[in-house]
């Protein structure tokens, strides 16, 4: 323990590096809200409106090949692949064309999601913290850097829940892009090293039960697969 601390201080969350033993040590989860046009359609929302933001806790990571105990208080899990973003820098009021130079690299995640509780808190006006911040929310895979990369524009994301594919979209098919929403985000709070976002998700998303398998790919960024295990006790 720290002799500056009055109890040890918490682990830092990490995301593994691919191609490397090092790590990408975490400091904030940002989601965006509603950002393919079909994933929009299927949750009946209106397709015109700018997208939003929420958030999860860096500890809620899963690293890729691990275990999601099916959570607590919901009938109704959902699994939401994504592109993921790891900063390596950032700032307030990112210009989108200078946005690329804060991105250290690209993941494969998953936005797990109480559906049936984000659903009545949405429908409260309550936040959506019980829905979509809880633990084991947020399976992360290795990062690729975007020395390796690039910065993809286009190229399949994709689901597959014991072997079925569920979720099929491509990266071009993204409402805003990547520099467009840290542009956006960065007038909201401000961006640093060790920031991930979340980019939204693609249509198809379904239930997962205990004893699924789910297996996610972004095409030139990596693949994520993790099992869906029982309910803690
Ligand atoms: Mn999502």
Known sequence: MSADTVIPAPPQPVIAV???SKT????RIWCVGRNYIEHIREMGQDERLP?????KAADMI?????T??????TKDMHHEVELVVALKSGGRNIPADKANDCIYGYAVGIDLTRRDLQIASRDLKRPWEVGKAFDHS???GAIKPA???GHPTAGKITLKCNGTIRQDGDLNQLIWNVPEIIADLSKMVELAAGDIIMTGTPAGVAACVAGDKLECAVEGVGTLSVTIGPALK
Do not use: K
């Open 18 to 20: 691919a191609g490397t």
């Open 24 to 27: 990408f040590p975490v400091r």
């Open 51 to 55: 997208p939003f933001y929420f958030a």
């Open 62 to 66: 899963v690293p890729d090949g691990g």
């Open 68 to 73: 999601v105990p099916y959570p607590s208080l």
């Open 138 to 140: 947020a399976p992360m």
């Open 147 to 149: 020395s390796e990369s």
